[in-house]
């Protein structure tokens, strides 16, 4: 039985077929080694990382987009290719932490925890309402 | 033959023209300074007009005006300012306000005016009209908060500019110059270096002293606030970076400014306030790239204010519009719009995107020169501040803005695009942000040291976007798992409480005790007046003579004057023509001293 043509499975095919080509030109970088294959190798990158950005926009949405299931494997998809194309990149190590495996990963997912945390614990303290100058005004004065 | 014209002062005399004009007429009249400023900058860039040196040397009493101190480093921001300032105003067009489209010509012409400033008189002058021109765009948006976030605003740059006049001041005491180059914290000028030190910061608004930029750019109308967000800041890092570079004070304090903002910005439910803490925490990028100093430092700096420029403009474009259209600006109101606002959302996503250095956009050409700059003279306290910002202004900027405006829980709004003339505006910032990402080249060719700067290796390319791509992994498993902190309708404590309560109790401590002394000692000389009663007829005949000449011969003048334009009146009414005619009386005294400064 033939499935039909939907916007799920179009958006899947592209996805896949993006990932394709890009597998496809890292074998051919890693053959070759030569540097215009290495710059096709990271705009394709940049392109990945553009793709899991606009996904995330999309399938955190409320009420939920109707693509929510496929949007987030793309998203997850994205990021384990991010990571791993990243293994083998020779790092131009200025503190020894940078020599640490995917450590802007480790970095940039705990800076945002500790960031959220943080100002979790500032919102015990500095939220008041929208009215609150007006009232200490109209005591003092 | 001309040798150079000040594109700032084409500004601001074009600008006593707009009232003149009505509708269509007046739409195409704005266009023509701002078009003619940017020729003029650009012919200075190709060399057709002096791109180096001094011109404009004007005597003033005993010293030497010098209105255009011409650079690579002035005619790097003169650039960027015109640029940036001919998509805004074609932003702005739709407005039909004369009076708001002067306060921005002024504003724009008085930070050219800034940037080429070649002494510390001519470079007050042009301050002083930029803090007035900008407190008009906020007080021109017409409400009860407006007016009072515009005298707090008025408050802060009242201290920051007496600051800056008492430094001069003495500046000019000890060196006895008013040229100024190099300044340094504590070298030449001593005392009076601290004082300008602090009038520049505060427009470059360090915390703490940043009070008034969360508290007033959300208060100003929806097309001043752009225009807002990029002069005054910049025009401060510029001066700093012409002023100050190598202070260490302003590296760590800008690394601190890259991080303090965020917090702020994660609670703020205000879309425009969250811009405007994002907008403080990319300033920390590059006072810290004055602070470090080298040339790669301030090549970093200059390229990143640039790109800075256009991608807020940018985002305060695409906040606007939404508030244009739906006229809610909370992020509790909004939300969904992405589905009738899709040319509006990308744009915001493609300044977002810019914003958080992702590779492939603006922000990532030039942010990377200061942290690789700040690694390479391996100050890890510095280079760890500036990373962990950049991971939370993706949070915040990249990903709160953009989100919770347009996606997030629909909100049921459905409002159309906005006007033709907003996103002729929008896509040319927007061109730029991905020009300027994609292809930075140019820039770099035009910064103030030659610099061979290659942002699109692997390791940056790909240590950028796994932190990004991590921290957008963290927002969305804390948002999905609830533990994200909603937004709530409240306002949160910050520094502007410092003009808001002491500074209402100086307020109260002037009106009452100050003036009650007043009148205590007008009373008691009065009183002692008439005990003496020497002969109460001449001192009748002298009030009368002193009131004739004051209250009728003085003000007959510009009284007939007025009585003159008034007839020319246009729709906005009287403001207009009050402008000129400080106008006329300003160049009265200007020809007046110049006539001084050429006799003596």
Redesign the interface.
């Known amino acids: 039985m033939r499935e039909k043509i939907t916007d799920r499975n179009l958006l899947f095919a592209f996805f896949a077929s993006f990932l394709a080509v890009i597998a496809l030109i890292f074998f051919i970088y890693w053959y070759t080694h030569s540097e215009l294959w290495h710059e096709v190798l990271l705009w394709l990158y940049v392109i990945l990382a553009i793709i899991a950005y606009v996904s995330l926009c999309f399938m955190a949405e409320k009420p939920a987009h109707p693509h929510r299931s496929l949007l987030i494997i793309i998203y997850f998809i994205c990021l384990a290719t991010i990571v791993l194309v990243g293994l083998p990149v020779q790092w131009h190590i200025q503190f020894a932490w940078q020599a640490l495996v995917a450590f802007y990963a480790l970095y940039g997912f705990a800076a945002c925890v500790f960031l959220i945390y943080f100002a979790k614990g500032l919102r015990l303290r500095l939220p008041k309402d929208l009215d609150y100058y007006e009232k200490k005004r109209g005591r003092r004065l | 033959m001309i040798e150079w014209v000040h594109p700032g002062l084409i500004l601001i005399f074009g600008a006593f023209l707009i009232p003149l004009f009505k509708g269509k007429w007046k739409q195409a009249y704005l266009l023509i300074p701002i078009t003619a400023a940017l020729t003029v900058v650009i012919l200075m860039l190709m060399d057709v007009l002096g791109n180096s040196g001094t011109f404009w040397h004007v005597p003033f009493l005993q010293y030497t005006l010098i209105l255009g101190r011409v650079d690579k480093l002035s005619l790097c921001f003169a650039l960027i300012f015109t640029l940036a300032a001919f998509a805004m105003l074609i932003f702005a067009l739709h407005v039909e306000s004369s009076i708001e489209h002067m306060a921005e010509f002024f504003y724009v012409g008085s930070a050219l005016g800034v940037v080429f400033a070649g002494d510390l008189f001519t470079l007050y002058f042009f301050w002083e009209i930029m803090a007035v021109a900008s407190l008009l765009l906020i007080w021109l948006r017409r409400t009860d908060r407006a007016r009072r976030a515009g005298f707090r605003y008025f408050a802060w740059h009242f201290f920051g500019g007496l600051c800056l006049l008492g430094g001069i001041i003495m500046y000019v005491i000890t060196t006895g110059t008013i040229e100024f180059d190099y300044i340094g914290l504590g070298g030449v000028g001593g005392l009076a270096s601290y004082f300008i030190f602090v009038g520049f910061i505060l427009n470059a608004a360090i915390p703490p002293i940043h009070g008034w930029l969360p508290d007033a750019y959300p208060e100003a109308t929806v097309t001043g606030a752009v225009f807002m967000s990029a002069f005054t800041t910049k025009s401060a890092v510029y001066i700093l970076a012409r002023t100050f570079p190598g202070t260490p004070i302003l590296m760590y304090g800008g690394a601190i400014m890259t991080v303090y903002p965020?917090?702020?910005a994660?609670?703020e439910n205000n879309v425009r306030r969250v811009l405007g803490y994002s907008l403080i925490n990319q300033v920390g990028f590059m006072l810290c790239g004055v602070g470090i100093g080298t040339p790669l430092a301030i090549c970093g700096t200059v390229s990143h204010a640039f790109c800075h420029i256009i991608y807020k403009g940018l985002l305060f474009m695409s906040a606007g519009s939404v508030i244009h259209m739906t006229g809610k600006e909370d992020c509790t109101d909004l939300g969904?719009l992405y589905k009738t606002m899709p040319f509006t959302a990308a744009c915001c996503?493609i300044a977002a995107?810019s914003i958080s250095a992702?590779?492939?956009f603006s922000g990532f050409t030039s942010k990377s020169m200061i942290i690789s700059e700040a690694?390479?003279l391996?100050y890890?306290i510095v280079?760890v501040l500036l990373?962990?910002a950049s991971?939370?202004v993706f949070?915040h900027a990249?990903?709160k803005v953009?989100?919770f405006t347009?996606?997030?829980?629909?909100s049921g709004i459905r409002v159309k695009e906005p006007p033709l003339n907003m996103r002729i505006g929008m896509s040319i910032l927007a061109f730029f942000c991905i020009f300027l990402g994609v292809y930075p080249k140019p820039l770099y060719d035009i910064l103030p040291y030659p610099v061979h700067w290659e942002a699109?290796?692997?390791?940056h390319?790909?240590?950028?976007?796994?932190?990004?791509?991590?921290?957008?992994?963290?927002?969305?498993a804390?948002?999905?798992s609830g533990?994200?902190?909603p937004e709530?309708?409240?306002?949160?404590?910050d520094t502007d409480w410092l003009v808001?309560?002491p500074g209402?109790?100086f307020v109260?401590f002037c009106e009452r005790p100050v003036i009650a002394f007043g009148n205590f000692i007008d009373r008691n000389v009065l009183r002692l007046a008439g005990v003496s009663k020497s002969s109460p007829h001449s001192i009748e005949l002298t009030e009368n003579l002193v009131d004739k000449f004051y209250h009728k011969g003085l003000t007959s003048t510009p009284r007939a004057i007025y009585k003159g334009l008034e007839p020319l009146k246009t729709e906005t009414g009287y403001l207009p023509w009050n402008l000129i005619y400080i106008l006329l009386t300003f160049l009265f005294f200007i020809i007046i001293f110049l006539l001084l400064g050429v006799t003596i």
């Open positions: 965020i917090f702020y994660v609670l969904g996503m995107a992702f590779p492939g690694a390479d391996h890890g280079w990373q962990l991971a939370g949070h990249g990903i953009p989100y347009f996606f997030a829980h629909d699109y290796t692997g390791d390319v790909v240590g950028q976007a796994q932190m990004l791509m991590f921290a957008s992994l963290a927002f969305y804390l948002i999905t533990v994200y902190p709530q309708r409240k306002i949160n404590l808001r309560m209402m109790r109260w």
